[in-house]
């Protein structure tokens, strides 16, 4: 992003840490875990032993469990769809 600010010349462009992507709507955005799983498979980072990626996926799978409560909350009927689909 910033090479792109700076080819564009932007004069009173925003620093990067003011700028906000979007991803996954509203309800699923990318985790610290996610990020933390980016940097170790690009080796931006010391690999992670066993531990640390066991907790990670630990807390991933928390994370996306009160993400899917959040969904289901907000569009149950398509919950109670996709469940009577299921059995």
């Known amino acids: 992003m910033g090479y792109v600010l700076g080819y564009l010349a932007t ?6 840490e003011s700028l906000h992507c979007p991803l996954g709507g509203r309800r699923f955005r ?6 933390i799983d980016f940097l170790d498979s690009e080796n931006f980072i010391e690999a992670l032993d066993m531990s640390e990626r066991t907790a990670r996926d630990a807390s991933r799978d928390r994370w996306l ?21 299921m059995g």
């Open 11 to 16: 004069r009173n462009a925003p620093g990067l």
């Open 30 to 35: 990318p985790s610290v875990e996610d990020f």
């Open 65 to 85: 469990k009160q993400q899917l409560g959040s969904v289901s909350r907000s569009d149950p009927e398509t919950a109670r769809e996709t469940l009577r689909k």
